[in-house]
């Protein structure tokens, strides 16, 4: 429309000029006579111009113009043409332009825009628009003027180079270049490339901006390649102008193989550009990337896009800040060095995350190019941060993925997003909510590798950015508190803890947002609780008292918690309160007004009045002064409390210890009581008069007493001195004492071998002769004594002295044996609830009611045996403890007297009643072990002045340290509660280990390593020397029972440990390497001298042999187990697993094929051994080089010996192999078969024929192996076998579809008889599984009949898939089908699903096998397989089901 109402202006001033030329004409002929005589000396130029309309003006203001730009070019045009002396009048016009414009003034008056000047009374005013070109502008659009036009102006051009703008900021250079811009027509466009790339090479920078920024406005497309050329070159030449020729470029429209080798000649000059035009760089490289190259290019840009070098540390951030502000100029100096830099990596940021949102090639070039790489740099993190902010085609899930991919595998670590936050903090600050999202889910992941990561983003996030963010990031931190998911909440406030030590005034600020958290704590854990009231406390009383608003709120919180008669939230209020004492009565060494101690007056009242609340509020509850004994005693041993503190707690302690607790022994000892008194367990000389006894006896008989009277009373309870608070207080006792004497125990050493005041454990033996009452009481006796022992272990295991060692030994041996005497006890006590001993979990709150002890009738499955009553003086030697009894299946023979043998209950279940050991109590396997050749035939040791552990003790501690080692290094994901189901509290007895980290763990046990070495030497030497004496049987004579079961349960539990210890996660993160080539070392050092030269692999190596050759002395298949277990993990360590794959695999069939018996010399069997025989299987077939030919050999070798051996028999190759485990043997054979089904490669179209065999042999061995499996039904037709079969079957056929068959449609043609072969022995198979689903039918078994119906699809597909396969290669006709009626396991026809039409069914199937067989295309598969498919005569969809099955 534009277009069309210009032309017609155009036509209508035509159309008047007639009558405007009369005027003309009339209004020249009245001009003054010095007009006329001007005009005659007027120039072609000046003449010309204004007769077609344009007003000159003499200085510098715009000319004026009397009719449309296009009127005054026709004008010119035709003035020029007619004139006589055309074409030389040409140069005419040009000498008088360039004339004219010699004047500066009149120069620029040509080059501005004219203004329209209409003389009065002229009709054509309205032609004119507003807006008028330049005279030059309208001169240049006269093709036969334009050259010349151009030459002129480019000529003059120079003579301006030099000037500044003019006074209205107008830069003539740049006028002129503006004159060519965006012309209708270049007459000339390769000369004038030229001339201004001459023109180009000599002016100043400014100019020559200037110029290349306009070169794609005035060239035509034919120009656009040669002119890049050019500008490619310069490019190289002048880095000033990288800007403008890179706009320029990207202007041009440029052919695809110049555009590449520009980018390229680009890419290679990104490490030298300037950093102010490093955004233009990458935009012009990421906008010029087509979908083919799109990987390349982001590869090359992401390796020489070395950000680091673009922005400073701040240290030398900070020195430049401070040269600057020295100088004369600092006033000047507005932002610092560090600004601008961030700036320009902001902007590139800003360019690639352009590129990401608007090119989908772009992101996913992005995300594939970070997947793959290795070495990652600051730039990966920011642009994962682009990814997720951006989430172009998905690109967020992507960027999450990858993020917690590269964490895992250990790739990007804390210290690379330290130095991101650190060095770009002012960039990362516009991406913080995709940091802050991605943080959240990092922490929500149930992966333990990841979280840490997440915790370390937020902990930058907060250090590095605004208080906005800050206030974001708490908020955050406490939602994942709130969300009571475990690994959530211990990280969330792990992290809160550490910004509260970090960053103490910032976090004061949201004080109030963490106290929000006090209203969710019915979630949290005791430890967590613990965790929550830290926090809070240092905020509210820390030094600083940032947030001492809340000190009051605090208060309030802990009295109301205390006041509570729950027994859940006084537990939280002693936990407060305490964490409360430890941060007001902190020691603060900055405060040196007297050694006395640094508390103010009124502080110390303070704490002194809240430790006389709790204590008051706790005393009629023995649980809950229990709880504020081990809460004082964990702040004592974890926190440096102030002097005056410290010492008034202690000299309480000390003193109410001795008045609750400790008595003066002598001769008689006063009171009644349901059993006898006497003092037991002495350990000091029994001449020491006015010796100290343990007064537990009579206070647990004082508590059952009172317990009934309090059922009666109504009256408020008064304090009483309960036995359970016997080992807490004791263990806050120890810590004051280590405190108050720097580790001394001197003063308490008496109560390591001081006896206690019990009965004779002699009334065990008559326990049937008990009342209820004394059973219980006996019980509970025990287990308050076994209590004391283990905290006394504790306090006593970290001395020196030889005699103070030899005292805990024995104490560890005591505690092995009551441990023997209350298995028997609680048999014969059912339904006793235990006393609790760990007062921070949950079953303090009605332990009746949450424990429900063992039944004796389930002793039949091995939990419990009978065992021999050991002697009451024989502490020396201990039965075997609990866990190893149910560890081993074995049998006692039956020989026994009945007198002396006593079911006894496993201890397992009663774990949580026992004391928790400390860590260090591990130390005490640093002993040697007391084997039964260093006793002489009084059971007295021969070397006794060394101190040795005996084999019970050993199978006590390494069962104790595998516990903690599962619980600290074998982090499992953090799962949600299920909805309305109490989650179990995993942690119930590990309160003191969970103050250690997991590293913490892993560094002591490699430093047990050697002593854990040693005792499984020891054990591998004593089943050595055991079949040398026996001739190699184990049952032999010389076979001692009970120490046989207690050196395979050290031996098994050794293994264990090592296992798990070398199985933690944080071994693969870099930064625990040291710590794993220190523990491989170990392992490594027992074989050869200097295990710190050698690489890592070489420590695998070497390991690997050392733990290789106790493979000869395995007492049992579990421990067997264990051994391979453990060869496996450390192979794992070394990166290269598979070098150790046949050695793997020649151990594991070595244990298979081994007689397992046990000491008395029956076979090993039961559910412990079938689950050892199913993963050593296992470990088997996945090590082994051919899975199918390892399968072959079971199936075609040991699978027919068994058949033929007796009922009781087994295989003879394969001993492990019987009529009870033949399960195990078939659950995993077919497992490993479908397996490795999976793992056949698929066909391809480029496979030759070559390979094609090869694949086609490997389903031939494949299909072979799952025949003879599927037809063992036929001998072995029990449910779980029948389960197994049609579970298995389903997913081999279904693999065999998706794999097997496109390998038989390329192969039909080239191996037909290989091919018919298969399916031939396919079709057996099937038809088997077909008569599986009629049984299990007609059985109606609805663990099998679930299978069915998947099954009888899968078997249907494959009829049709063999038509397919047919036609596609042309052989149609050869498929045939029938209906297949339902057989049982025994081929027999099910007469009860019989259709009326049986008969005619019959006649039918003769009639299309008799048909079939003429044909010799027939005999391929389809005739095998295919044939029985339902025929469309069947009458419902119930006969289908019943009839159609697929053949065979």
């Known amino acids: 429309m534009m277009r069309k109402k210009r032309r017609s202006s155009v036509e209508k001033v035509e159309g008047t000029s007639v009558s405007s030329k009369a005027k003309k004409s009339r209004s020249s002929a009245r001009l003054p006579k010095e007009a006329v005589s001007e005009e005659t000396n007027q120039s072609v130029f000046v003449a010309f111009v204004r007769e077609a309309g344009v007003t000159l003006k003499t200085d510098d203001s715009s000319n004026g113009i009397a009719v449309d730009q296009v009127v005054f070019q026709k004008r010119i045009q035709r003035q020029l043409q007619k004139s006589p002396r055309y074409p030389g009048v040409l140069q005419e016009f040009i000498t008088g332009l360039e004339a004219y414009i010699e004047n500066p003034d009149r120069f620029r008056s040509c080059l501005l825009p004219c203004v329209p000047h209409l003389s009065n009374g002229d009709s054509s005013c309205s032609s004119v628009s507003s807006f008028q070109e330049s005279l030059l502008r309208m001169l240049l659009g006269i093709e036969m003027l334009q050259t010349l036009i151009i030459n002129t102006l480019l000529e003059k051009l120079p003579e301006f180079m030099s000037d500044g703008a003019a006074e209205g900021g107008l830069s003539i250079p740049h006028m002129i270049i503006n004159q060519l811009k965006w012309l209708d027509r270049v007459v000339d466009a390769k000369e004038l490339s030229v001339k201004l790339m001459e023109l180009v090479s000599v002016a100043p920078v400014e100019v020559q901006r200037d110029i290349i920024t306009s070169l794609p406005e005035i060239l035509e497309d034919s120009q656009h390649n040669d002119i890049a050329r050019q500008l490619n070159a310069l490019l190289q030449e002048n880095t000033q102008l990288t800007v403008p020729i890179l706009d320029s470029l990207s202007s041009l429209s440029l052919s695809s193989s110049l555009l590449m080798k520009v980018r390229e000649a680009v890419m290679a000059m990104l490490a030298a550009v300037q950093l102010e035009d490093l955004p233009v760089v990458v935009k012009f490289i990421l906008h010029t990337v087509s979908a083919s190259d799109a990987n390349e290019v982001v590869c090359n840009l992401r390796k020489k896009l070395e950000l680091e070098q673009c922005v400073l540390p701040p240290v030398l951030q900070a020195s430049q800040i401070r040269i600057k502000s020295k100088g004369a100029g600092a006033a000047n100096v ?10 320009s990596v902001t902007l590139t940021l800003d360019c690639i995350k352009s590129a990401v949102r608007f090119q989908k090639t772009i992101s996913e070039a992005w995300l594939k190019v970070i997947e793959s790489a ?101 908020g955050s931190l406490v939602t994942h508190v709130c969300s009571g998911v475990g690994g959530e909440v211990d990280m969330a406030l792990d992290l809160l803890c550490g910004l509260v030590l970090e960053k103490p005034s910032e976090m004061a600020l949201y004080s109030v947002f963490v106290k929000g958290i006090l209203d969710y704590m019915d979630n949290l854990t005791p430890q967590q609780i613990r965790k929550l009231f830290s ?3 240092k905020l509210a009383f820390g030094q600083q008292q940032q947030g001492s608003h809340i000190q009051d709120d605090m208060h309030i919180v802990i009295r109301k918690q205390l006041s509570s008669t729950v027994p859940k939230y006084k537990r ?27 508390l103010s007056q009124e502080t110390l009242r303070q704490v002194t009045a809240l430790l006389e609340l709790v204590k008051s509020s706790s005393e009629s509850s023995p649980e809950a002064a229990a709880l504020y004994y081990d809460e004082l005693a964990n702040l004592i041993y974890s926190s440096s409390l102030d002097p005056q503190v410290q010492e008034m707690i202690g000299t309480s302690v000390l003193d109410d210890f001795q008045d609750d607790f400790v008595v003066d022994l002598g001769p008689d000892i006063p009171g009644s009581f349901l059993f006898p008194a006497c003092a037991m367990y002495n350990l000091d000389d029994e001449e020491s008069q006015g010796c100290i006894a343990v007064n537990l006896l009579p206070l647990l008989a004082n508590e059952t007493q009172n317990k009934g009277e309090r059922e009666t009373q109504t009256k408020k309870p008064q304090r009483r001195v309960s036995p359970l608070c016997l080992s807490p207080f004791f263990r806050l006792l120890r810590f004051c004492e280590e405190k108050r004497h720097q580790g001394d125990l001197e003063e308490i050493d008496a109560l390591l071998g001081c006896p206690l005041i019990l009965t004779n454990m002699d009334v065990v033996e008559k326990l049937e002769s008990l009342s209820k009452a004394e059973r219980e009481f006996l019980c509970s006796l025990l287990f308050h004594t076994i209590n004391w022992f283990r905290e006394v272990v504790n306090t006593f295991c970290k001395q020196k002295e030889a005699e103070m060692k030899m005292k805990v030994m024995t104490r560890l041996q005591n505690i092995t044996y009551l441990q023997t005497l209350l298995e028997r006890a609680l048999a014969g006590t059912p339904g006793y609830v235990p006393p609790v001993c760990n007062f921070d979990g949950e079953a303090t709150d009605g332990v009746a009611a949450g424990f429900t002890a063992p039944v004796n009738k389930t002793k039949k499955d091995g939990a419990g045996r009978k065992r021999k009553a050991p002697g009451k003086n024989s502490t020396e030697e201990n039965s075997q403890p609990a866990e190893a009894a149910e560890a081993e299946e074995t049998q006692q023979p039956e020989k026994e007297k009945e007198k002396e043998t006593r079911p006894g209950v496993s201890l397992v279940a009663y774990r949580s009643f026992f004391r928790e050991l400390d860590v260090e109590v591990l130390s005490v396997l640093q002993c040697g072990l007391l084997s039964r050749s260093l006793l002489d035939s009084e059971l007295h040791t021969k070397v006794r002045e060394e101190v040795l552990l005996g084999p019970g003790e050993l199978v006590f501690l390494l069962e104790d340290m595998l516990h903690k080692l599962e619980f600290s290094l074998s982090a499992g994901p953090a799962r949600r509660a299920p909805f309305l189901k109490a989650k179990a509290d995993r942690s119930l007895g590990f309160s003191h280990l969970q103050q250690w980290s997991s590293r913490d763990i892993a560094s002591y046990c490699v430093q047990l390593l050697p002593a854990l070495c040693t005792h499984l030497e020891n054990c591998h030497n004593h089943f050595q020397m055991l079949q040398s004496e026996n001739n ?102 070394g990166g290269d697993p598979a070098a150790y794959r046949q050695q793997m695999a020649s151990l594991a069939h070595g244990f298979l094929t081994q007689i397992w018996v046990t000491a008395t010399g029956e076979r090993e069997r039961g559910n412990k051994f079938n689950e050892a025989l199913h993963a050593l299987l296992s470990i088997y077939l996945e090590h082994a080089d051919d899975v199918l030919m390892a399968l072959e050999q079971i199936t075609g070798t040991a699978i027919p010996e068994l058949l033929s051996a007796s009922k009781e028999g087994s295989s003879a190759s394969w001993p492990t192999l019987h009529r009870q485990t033949f399960l195990v043997f078939y659950k995993v054979l077919m497992a490993e078969l479908d397996k490795s089904a999976r793992k056949i490669p698929a066909v391809k179209t480029s496979d030759d ?49 998706k794999l097997g068959m496109p390998l038989l449609d390329c192969s039909f043609k080239r191996h037909k008889e290989d091919v018919q072969s298969l399916l031939k022995t396919f079709q057996l ?94 005999d391929d598969e389809d005739q095998n397989d295919g044939d029985r498919i339902p025929k469309n005569n069947r009458s419902g969809h119930m006969d289908q089901e019943e009839n159609s099955d697929d053949s065979d």
């Open 334 to 343: 507005s932002t610092p060095a560090g600004g601008s830099s961030q700036d």
């Open 374 to 474: 290795d070495d990652h740099r600051v730039i990966d993190l920011l642009v994962l941060f682009i990814l997720h902010a951006t989430n172009s085609n998905q690109s967020r899930r992507g960027a999450e993925r990858i993020l917690k991919l590269k964490v895992r595998t250990g790739l990007i670590q804390e210290a690379l997003l330290q130095r991101t936050f650190r060095d770009y903090s002012q960039v990362m600050r516009g991406y913080f909510s995709s940091i802050l999202a991605l943080a959240q889910s990092l922490l929500r992941s149930p992966d333990p590798c990841v979280v840490p990561f997440g915790g370390h983003m937020h902990r930058h996030s907060f250090t590095a950015f605004d208080s906005y963010c800050q206030q974001e990031v708490v």
């Open 535 to 537: 926090l809070l406390s």
């Open 572 to 598: 939280i209020g002693i936990i407060g309160a305490v964490m409360i004492v430890g941060s007001m009565a902190a020691f603060r060494p900055k405060a040196k007004e007297s050694q006395a101690g640094s």
């Open 1032 to 1133: 190699g049987v184990v049952d032999g004579p010389a076979t001692d029972l009970q120490e046989h079961q207690l050196m395979s349960a050290g031996y098994q539990l050794l293994l264990q440990g090592l296992n798990t210890t070398f199985s933690w996660s944080g071994f693969s993160q870099p930064g625990h390497r040291n710590l794993l080539k220190k523990a491989l070392g170990v392992l490594a050092g027992r074989l050869k001298e200097g295990g710190s030269e050698l690489t890592l692999e070489q420590l695998v190596t070497h390991g690997f042999k050392y733990l290789l050759n106790f493979r000869s002395t395995m007492p049992s298949l579990s421990t067997a187990l264990c051994l391979s277990q453990l060869l496996s993990t450390v192979s794992e360590r």
């Open 1249 to 1297: 024929s070559e390979t094609q065999v090869e694949k086609l042999l490997t389903w031939n061995l494949a299909v072979r192996d799952f025949h003879v499996l599927v037809n063992l039904v036929k001998v072995f037709d029990s449910r779980p076998v029948l389960n197994v079969c049609l579970k298995y079957g389903r997913l081999f056929l279904e693999t065999f579809l």
């Open 1325 to 1418: 198979s099937t038809r088997q599984l077909h008569h599986m689903c009629g049984h299990s039918k007609i059985h109606q078994d609805t663990s099998l009949t679930s299978h069915v119906p998947a099954l009888k699809k899968s078997l249907e597909l494959f009829v049709y898939r063999v038509k397919a396969m047919l036609m596609l290669n042309n052989c149609q006709e050869a498929f045939w089908m029938g209906n297949l009626k339902n057989r049982n396991l025994k081929g027999e026809e099910i007469l009860s699903q019989r259709s009326q039409g049986s008969d005619d069914d019959d006649e039918e199937e003769e009639e299309n096998q008799g048909l079939a067989q003429p044909r010799e295309r027939s």
